[in-house]
């Protein structure tokens, strides 16, 4: 029986997506929390907590859309055509992020609070357009012939504006439980206290996308209420409560990594949600992976590259979480 290679490809890319969404999410979550936090100390931790780490964590991103040009070059073609403003502008965001992160520490004290708008404005506007990208891909792509057969903004709608901001609600709770995983004192304890906030706030976006969205599609609602479907939906709001009241029990006591770890069950399951609504279409409403995928060879000769170069990123990205675990200190790094 020989491998299903479009299958296997939808499982790297989405696996490489996951680790994009939960690797770079919470260092734009700290550039979202930016302005809660005016004084020079605090900012200088928040950014050293990710500061030997960011850069790498979106070797996923390039990994992901490389791979869907790689694998499913249809849908590469389609997904950009349709999405090129949004991603456009998202990509705009993290170049200024980037250079904020670069000469924020080296420029002079008059100029840092320029490089902290930078930072703030280029998080936000990333955050946002990856949000608004995802939900205008959950609304569905118009495809005539192979081609894209939408307008320059068909993305813009009131659902994909929704999840723009519901996406900024749901970083600025990662980037706020790392935090309290990274960090100690007053900013730990203002940490938690916004995070109880964002944990109710991300709450009732999770709850408006799940009732919109099957309001909206009608296939959608089809699929997560038709058996044996339900049986597969049905755990993820009630693991999503479930993790919700764990997580707010945590944020009382005196736990350091376990709001973070809930935090990103919450994203994973967001994401499960997604991958149930969509399956096995890597398009909406018709194209699935097996339409969209290129050619057997070409999905083989590129597996093989895929199977080298993923473990090598994993080991380097777990080696570098490892030396610079602990907690970050005003003027002392990582201990």
């Known amino acids: 029986m020989g491998i299903d290679l479009p299958l296997t490809w939808a499982v790297i ?3 490489g997506v996951m680790m994009y969404v939960v690797m770079d999410g919470f260092d734009l979550g700290i550039g979202i929390l930016y302005p809660f936090f005016d004084a020079k100390d605090d900012r200088d931790v928040m950014m050293n907590t990710v500061a ?12 992901g859309g490389a791979g869907l040009l790689a694998a499913f070059p249809l849908a590469y073609a389609v997904i950009l055509s349709a999405f090129y403003l949004p991603l456009v502008l998202m990509l705009v965001g993290l170049v200024f992020r980037g250079v904020a992160f670069e000469f924020r520490f080296k420029s002079p004290p008059g100029k840092r609070r320029l490089w902290d708008k930078a930072f703030v404005g280029g998080s936000v506007t990333a955050t946002f357009f990856q949000g608004v990208t995802l939900g205008a891909y959950i609304d569905g792509i118009q495809v005539a012939d192979g081609n894209y057969a939408g307008g320059a903004f068909d993305w813009l709608t009131p659902f994909s504006l929704f999840t723009g901001a519901g996406l900024i609600a749901a970083y600025a709770l990662l980037g706020a439980t790392w935090l309290i995983m990274k960090t100690e004192g007053s900013l730990h304890e203002r940490m938690r206290l ?19 969205t099957p309001l909206a599609h009608h296939e959608i609602a089809a699929r997560w209420f038709s058996l044996p479907n339900v049986f ?17 029990h ?9 709001p973070f770890v809930l935090t990103l069950a919450l994203i994973f399951l967001g994401y499960s949600g997604l991958g149930i ?14 339409d969209a995928a290129g050619p057997p060879q070409s ?15 994993l ?3 777990a080696f570098s979480y490892w030396v610079f675990r602990g907690k970050v200190r005003v003027g002392e790094g990582y201990h």
């Open 250 to 258: 945590d944020l009382e006591g005196e736990s350091h990594a376990s």
């Open 52 to 63: 030997p780490v960011w850069d790498g964590n979106e070797t996923w991103l390039v990994l």
């Open 277 to 290: 609504s969509m399956w096995p279409n890597i398009i909406r409403p018709g194209i699935s992976i097996w």
């Open 194 to 212: 916004l995070a109880k906030r964002l944990a109710w706030v991300l709450l009732a976006v999770l709850v408006v996308i799940s009732v919109w």
């Open 13 to 15: 890319i989405l696996f």
């Open 299 to 313: 999905l083989g000769f590129a597996l093989v590259g895929a199977l080298l170069i993923i473990p090598m990123i």
């Open 232 to 248: 597969w939906f049905a755990p993820v709001p009630v693991l999503v409560l479930l993790a919700i009241h764990r997580l707010l």
């Open 315 to 317: 080991t380097y990205t």
